[in-house]
């Protein structure tokens, strides 16, 4: 049976430091929604409504355009090992970028990631538990260092450049704004 909390318990905390993984989901009112993976140690506890993920450059950038008209986020967690379980914070979120003031804060709460290109500050109002009894069990073998490494063959301004020519126009035909500075 699921529970609804007004933020995030000390024992929910726990349970996000011990994952691998998570889901970030983000849409407009008309847009697809995106639910994407995320890993490599990136995301941050800051108080109980209040939570930061670093993202890295990747092959789409749907919650940064999905954020210039609609700042709703959902972050899924799920057990794939011990006792099953499903977290989900409900919030708004906001998108900080390279140079904005920030960032820099921010940023050092993580271990610096090639390619890193927005944090997202998320706002929490709603922490909602479901039992998991569905997850399958997995075992996690370790991070994949493939996209850390394309980060840093590509090099920032290769990085820049990809942004700019892969990562400005949503799945929808949106462009994407980013900080002057960015791209």
């Given at each position: 049976?699921?529970?609804?909390?007004?933020?995030?318990?000390a024992?929910?905390?726990?349970?996000?430091?011990?994952?691998?993984?998570?889901?970030v989901?983000s849409?407009?009112?008309d847009?697809?929604?995106?639910?994407s993976?995320?890993?490599?140690?990136?995301?941050?506890?800051?108080?109980?409504?209040?939570?930061?993920w670093?993202?890295?450059t990747g092959?789409g950038?749907?919650?940064?355009?999905?954020?210039?008209?609609?700042?709703?986020?959902?972050?899924m967690?799920?057990?794939?090992?011990?006792?099953?379980?499903?977290?989900?914070l409900?919030?708004?979120?906001?998108?900080?970028?390279?140079?904005?003031?920030?960032?820099?804060?921010?940023?050092?709460?993580?271990k610096?990631?090639?390619?890193?290109r927005?944090?997202?500050d998320?706002?929490?109002?709603?922490v909602?538990?479901?039992?998991?009894?569905?997850?399958?069990?997995?075992d996690?073998?370790?991070?994949?260092?493939?996209?850390?490494?394309?980060?840093i063959?590509?090099?920032?301004?290769?990085?820049?450049?990809?942004?700019?020519?892969?990562?400005?126009?949503?799945?929808?035909?949106?462009?994407?704004?980013?900080?002057?500075?960015?791209?």
């Open positions: 049976m699921g529970k609804q909390y007004a933020e995030i318990e024992k929910q905390i726990e349970f996000i430091q011990q994952q691998h993984i998570f889901f989901g849409a407009t009112a847009s697809r929604i995106n639910i993976p995320k890993g490599m140690d990136s995301l941050r506890v800051l108080g109980k409504n209040r939570v930061v670093l993202n890295v092959s950038n749907e919650t940064a355009a999905h954020l210039q008209h609609n700042n709703r986020m959902t972050i967690f799920c057990a794939f090992e011990g006792s099953p379980k499903i977290l989900r409900y919030g708004h979120a906001t998108a900080i970028y390279p140079g904005q003031p920030q960032w820099d804060e921010l940023f050092s709460l993580f610096p990631l090639p390619g890193a927005q944090i997202f998320v706002s929490i109002d709603l909602q538990t479901s039992c998991g009894f569905g997850v399958p069990l997995y996690f073998i370790d991070d994949r260092d493939t996209l850390n490494a394309w980060a063959r590509k090099g920032e301004t290769g990085v820049a450049t990809y942004w700019q020519e892969r990562n400005n126009i949503s799945l929808d035909g949106e462009l994407i704004h980013f900080p002057d500075d960015q791209v």
